[in-house]
T-cell receptor, first 114, second 114 residues
């Protein structure tokens, strides 16, 4: 299995809602990432998990809360988002956090904040 | 800090014509280099990567790229473009000796005319 899956595919939420994005990989990768991508822009790194521990937080607002329950799962909890947070949220994984490996991306979750 | 420049925002080629997408990087040592492709509303797919060794790298879908240290470039090429190649192409650089953190270029949108 060489796939990163993300659910849901689309999500619409109000500014007072709480929702979660889910990412899963079964490639045995020990590094997992969340990216945010606005239209016509490159992905922007948000968080990196290495061996299920948060290793990089790119100064992301606290309304975004990542969680890595195990080596295969990565969640992004959303609360009190703003309309400017509407974007494509991409999850990725790579084999070894200590080595520069290629990252495998999921299809993304298209988030709309009303 | 490392950076990536993709000078062409938008390129249009005819189906069957050859293609070259430009990528220049800035980094003090030999970087890890990647090309990713993204279809509208989708995740990123890795086309090819350069870590070391042979400077001409073969990838999927008939793409190749050449690493030229003297020009700090890693241009992507394809001898004959197919209509299905229309997409956004991102060049990315990773830094040796750190966790798998990528810096992306701004992307080049490829349009293919029939």
């Amino acid at each position: 299995d060489t796939e990163v899956t993300q659910t849901p595919k689309h999500l619409v939420m109000g500014m007072t809602n709480k929702k979660s994005l889910k990412c899963e990989q079964h490639m045995g990768h020990r590094a997992m990432y969340w990216y945010k991508q606005k239209a016509k822009k490159p992905p922007e790194l948000m968080f990196v998990y290495s061996y299920e521990k948060l290793s990089i937080n790119e100064s992301v607002p606290s309304r975004f809360s990542p969680e890595c329950p195990n080596s295969s799962l990565l969640n992004l909890h959303l609360h009190a988002l703003q309309p400017e947070d509407s974007a494509l949220y991409l999850c990725a994984s790579s084999q070894d956090p200590g080595v520069q490996n290629e990252q495998f991306f999921g299809p993304g979750t298209r988030l709309t904040v009303l | 800090a490392q950076s990536v420049t993709q000078p062409d925002i938008h390129i249009t080629v005819s189906e069957g014509a050859s293609l070259e997408l430009r990528c220049n990087y800035s980094y003090g040592a030999t970087p890890y280099l990647f090309w990713y492709v993204q279809s509208p509303g989708q995740g990123l797919q890795l086309l090819l990567k350069y870590f070391s060794g042979d400077t001409l790298v073969q990838g999927i879908k008939g793409f190749e790229a050449e690493f030229k240290r003297s020009q700090s470039s890693f241009n992507l090429r394809k001898p004959s473009v197919h209509w299905s190649d229309a997409a956004e192409y991102f060049c990315a650089v990773g830094v040796r000796g750190t966790a798998s953190k990528l810096t992306f270029g701004t992307g080049t949108r490829l349009q293919v005319t029939l």
